[in-house]
């Protein structure tokens, strides 16, 4: 048994029903979860309980829509910050990330947000900075096409710059409200902004005190090259989605090593590659769970569900038994997710149907399906091979998914002393490892 003093991290990806795209036809899952409050705040408990990092809850801001969407239950489910500002109150420890995009949104009410759920939670608060790869998002916002993905990621760099810039507005102490003077703050700790850029203008200051991590922990996804850049210059946490340990360590060594450049330590970015989790007492038991998920999977749910991971195209007009089809490179999706799904269909040979199918649970990120022990040998083996400093969590239903792997595999990794058994500090930040910013406008 290897024994190490650097620790794994873990991050809980809720989604409503589970991972995979069939879930809520699952007797074991209650179909209506998306709008259940009670459900989030038992997930929570179990993930606090289990002594993870982190909840993460992605976002769209467009329902999914049409014939084969009212077959998938991605259509309704709570906005991300409204709900962990609600979990904020029931749990204690775990870290709170949400998505908000840079496509669809402005800057100064996200830092607004953030900080304020910064504040709620005690220091838990983390924002997952997305550039959308949904398309139709776009017609929600008074535009006939999704932005191209070249100007996105630079929407986003300065959408960040301008966050992280009002989140400084104000030094640690400036707020000193003393009563007897009649002082509230101290106004030469106020800093103003004054942002004037290629897409915003933004004056500042923040109405909000700085928050207890200094600044939320700022997350990504990004795969591209331009991602990764973006990634290497601003981001804290990253998620990814790799199929093999030679990907994941070429992946981590490539984005590790760009770090350098922007004058930053290796630990100050953690890597995190999600890992899609089917736990069973035996391997064959691991695999009757999982295919009771895949046959309920439609072949045209499948096929759609594939479409939009490639990057938004409808995929419904070819045979699903035909291989698929050359796609242009996506401007409006993940292009390194298209990729990564373009070169599996070829890898594996797989028709349409059978790669909708493949992707139902996992969405294209790494699966393991097995007992404890396998898939903790499995973590294991990645995080001390560098290729991940931890994982995102993914598993096919809730609750029943999340409390498998927190009772049983949880457990085997703290017998091998790869997690902790209790939070390390009271903030995100500290459980993470990660320094507390100092402000820029003091350092200045």
Do not use: C
Not at 30 to 41: I, N, Q
Not at 119 to 134: C, I, K
Not at 171 to 177: C, L, P
């Amino acid at each position: 048994m290897t024994r190490t003093t650097r620790q794994l991290k873990l991050g809980a990806f809720l989604m409503a029903t589970g991972h995979h795209v069939a879930a809520w036809r699952h007797p074991q899952v209650p179909a209506d979860a998306g709008l259940d409050f009670k459900h989030y705040k038992h997930l929570a408990q179990i993930a606090e309980t289990a002594r993870f990092d982190a909840l993460f809850v992605a976002d769209s801001v467009a329902a999914a829509t049409g014939e084969v969407a009212s077959r998938m239950a991605r259509s309704d489910h709570f906005e991300p910050l409204s709900l962990l500002s609600a979990l904020s109150a029931v749990t204690e420890h775990i870290g709170l990330i949400a998505t908000a995009t840079t496509s669809y949104n402005e800057p100064y009410p996200v830092a607004r947000n953030f900080a304020s759920l910064d504040h709620l939670s005690g220091g838990r608060a983390g924002w997952n900075l997305v550039t959308s790869d949904a398309a139709a998002e776009a017609a929600n916002f008074g535009r006939e096409e999704h932005i191209g993905h070249a100007e996105r990621y630079r929407r986003a760099r300065e959408f960040h710059q301008v966050v992280t810039g009002l989140w400084d507005s104000w030094e640690d102490d400036a707020f000193i409200r003393d009563k007897a003077s009649g002082q509230y703050y101290d106004p030469g700790k106020r800093h103003v902004l004054d942002h004037s850029g290629e897409y915003f203008k933004v004056k500042g200051p923040l109405n909000v005190a700085r928050s207890p991590q200094g600044q939320p922990v700022v997350v990504q996804a990004g795969a591209s090259q331009t991602g990764r850049e973006l990634a290497a210059q601003t981001a804290e946490v990253v998620f990814t989605a790799q199929t093999s340990l030679a990907n994941a360590q070429a992946f981590y060594a490539d984005l590790k090593g760009r770090l350098e450049a922007f004058g930053r330590s290796p630990d100050s970015l953690k890597i995190m590659p999600g890992v899609f989790v089917v736990v069973g007492e035996t391997q064959a038991q691991a695999w009757e769970k999982f295919e009771e998920f895949q046959a309920l999977v439609e072949p045209e749910v499948g096929i759609a569900l594939l479409g939009r991971m490639l990057g938004n195209f409808d995929l419904s007009g070819y045979p699903p038994d035909a291989p698929l089809p050359e796609l242009p490179l996506t401007e409006s999706g993940q292009q390194s997710r298209q990729k990564l799904l373009m070169d599996l269909a070829g890898s594996e040979n797989l028709s349409l149907a059978q790669l909708g199918r493949r992707i139902s649970g996992g969405r294209g990120h790494y699966s393991l399906i097995g007992t404890p022990g396998q898939i903790a040998d499995e973590l294991q083996n990645w995080f001390e091979s560098d290729a991940a400093d931890g994982f995102n969590v993914l598993v096919p239903h809730l609750p029943g998914g999340l409390e498998d792997f927190a009772q049983q595999v949880v457990p085997e990794l703290q017998r091998r002393g790869l997690f902790r058994r209790e939070y390390e500090g009271r903030t995100l930040r500290e459980n993470l490892g990660l320094a507390r910013p100092g402000n820029r406008f003091v350092s200045a």
